[in-house]
């Protein structure tokens, strides 16, 4: 029995995400809008290795699914975005959760006098 695998996707639509496959599996076909045409329409993403060196003499591949008409070098630069945002979003996440809590369960002093929950508070001085 083959298991799935957790693969990312990068191009069309599904830009980002990730899917569950078989590991047999080398294509994926995403039923998706396309730009100014709201029908649903097929976009095929292929399975294709990445490389990276990452310290000099230090080539890793990892197999993702890419947009049927992405180049690899243009894959590479969208692997390298999708990552740094991710790591951005924990490292944020990380560090705020490690300061002090400003604002807990609810926002006070609305104008109605009800309590609500609380949305995002960028700064506050």
Known sequence: MDRDQIM??????AHGQERDIPNDQNELV????SRGNPVPTPFKY????????????????????????MPVE???????AVLL????????RQFMEGGEIVLGKR?????????RPN????AKR
């Open 107 to 115: 926002e006070f002093g609305t104008s109605d006098g009800e309590d």
């Open 30 to 33: 995403v039923m998706a809008p």
């Open 8 to 13: 990312l996707l990068l191009g069309g639509p």
């Open 119 to 122: 949305g995002l508070v960028i």
């Open 85 to 92: 945002e991710r790591f951005a979003h924990e490292l944020v």
């Open 74 to 80: 243009i894959a590479t630069q969208a692997l390298s």
């Open 46 to 69: 292929i399975r294709r290795g990445i490389q990276a060196e990452t310290r000099p003499g230090m080539v890793f591949e990892r197999e993702i699914l890419v947009e049927q008409g």
